[in-house]
Structures are given as structure tokens and as C-alpha cells.
């Protein structure tokens, strides 16, 4: 069994109360509150920078060149794509400026860009990846499982796009060519890294359903 086939399985529980979890339940449904879903987006902007600057910090320190450019085009695809798609959802939502970071949002960005600084660097692709992964299969669940008319339609659109399944495939490959060169100490760092952010994207829109500021 590959490394991420084993890392899957290690979020499973984790990856289950997400979509059970009430933000992707009334995401699905189009019931979310506006005002969940605004503190979502408020979060969203302030993540994608910075995990756009950890994509780009995994680039610079990777030895491959092919992974250096992976990462810097991933770090390109989170500020220019994502942020599109936010600024016509701040018109949309009538969101004007960026708020302040929440709680959440502090500890995750943190935690992305240290590991991404100081962290063995598989073990920094590894914390990257349920950005990736996650986002993949919570956006095909929610799309096969929606109503035409729901009013996220949009979002949930731009995380089940083939696009974004192009990067999820190859970042899902590099890790994976990744952890064979490491040892099973650094797979389990590797491992460990993964299912740390994983926690913290639950956290994430948990902290956004709850409102949650410090
Ligand atoms: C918190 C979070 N994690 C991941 C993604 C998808 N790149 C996102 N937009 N926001």
C-alpha cells in the first residue's frame, strides 16, 4: 500500500465527521446561514494567502525541479484562482474588507507555514495535502449529493472542477514518490503532519459554523 492510500486511512474518522459535520450538511442542502458562510469566505482569503506562501516556501526548499515547479504553479493556483473566485463571492456576499484572523485560522496558517520552514520537507508536503485531498473529495460529495439551485453553487463547482482534480492527482503523486525515499520514521512524521491538518480543516469550518472569534 502506497504512503497516501495508508495516510487516507488514517484521517478516515476524521474525514467522516466532516461530512457529517453541520457547515457541509446545510452547505449541501444551501441552507448555510449567510453569515456562516461569510465568516467562511472572511477566513478563506486571509488561509489561501498563506497557504499560498507555504506552497511557495515547499518550492524553494524541494531538490527536485519538477516538484520546485509543481509547488510554485500550486502557490500561483491559490492566489490567482482561489482569490478570483473569493473576490466575486465578497460582491456577491457583501463582504467588503478582510476581517481579523480567527483563532482557528491563526493556529492552521501557522502551523502550514512553520512546518513549511522548518519541518523535513516530505514531512511539509505531507501538512499541505488535505488542502489538496480533502477539498477534492468534500467538493465531489457535496456536488453529487446538491440542488441546481443552491446558492454556494459556485464553490462547490471550483472543488469538484477537473482543474483542481489535476493538482490534487499530481500533488497526491509527488508525496508519494516522496515517502519512498524516507525512512519509516520520517513516513510516520510524514503521516502525523497529515492528519494534524486534517484535524485542523475540520477546525476550520466548525470555527466558521460556531462564529468563533478569540
Ligand atoms: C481552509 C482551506 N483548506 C483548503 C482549501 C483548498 N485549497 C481552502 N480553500 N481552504
Redesign the pocket.
Known amino acids: 500500500m502506497n504512503w497516501t492510500n495508508k495516510a487516507w486511512l488514517a484521517i478516515t474518522p476524521i474525514y467522516t465527521r466532516i461530512q457529517e459535520m453541520p457547515f457541509i450538511k446545510e452547505l449541501k442542502e444551501g441552507t448555510l446561514a449567510l453569515e456562516k458562510f461569510q465568516f467562511y469566505m472572511d477566513q478563506?482569503a486571509h488561509?489561501?494567502e498563506h497557504?499560498a506562501r507555504a506552497l511557495a516556501i515547499i518550492g524553494a526548499r524541494t531538490k527536485n525541479v519538477d516538484n520546485c515547479l509543481a509547488f510554485i504553479r500550486f502557490a500561483e493556483g491559490?492566489v490567482v484562482v482561489?482569490r478570483a473566485l473569493h473576490d466575486s463571492y465578497f460582491k456577491e456576499f457583501n463582504l467588503k474588507e478582510r476581517g481579523k484572523l480567527a483563532p482557528t485560522t491563526h493556529h492552521?496558517i501557522h502551523f502550514l507555514e512553520s512546518t513549511a520552514s522548518l519541518a523535513q520537507v516530505e514531512v511539509a508536503m505531507a501538512a499541505v495535502l488535505p488542502?489538496?485531498w480533502i477539498?477534492k473529495e468534500i467538493g465531489d460529495f457535496i456536488y453529487k449529493n446538491t440542488a441546481e439551485n443552491n446558492p454556494y453553487k459556485n464553490w462547490i463547482d471550483t472543488y469538484a472542477g477537473e482543474e483542481f482534480g489535476k493538482s490534487v492527482t499530481s500533488a497526491l503523486a509527488i508525496c508519494n514518490a516522496a515517502a519512498e525515499n524516507c525512512t519509516p520514521e520520517q513516513q510516520e512524521a510524514m503521516t502525523e503532519a497529515f492528519i494534524a491538518a486534517s484535524n485542523l480543516?475540520f477546525m476550520?469550518w466548525d470555527s466558521a459554523y460556531k462564529l468563533h472569534q478569540w
Open positions: 478563506d488561509y489561501l497557504f491559490a482561489e492552521y488542502c489538496f477539498y480543516e476550520f
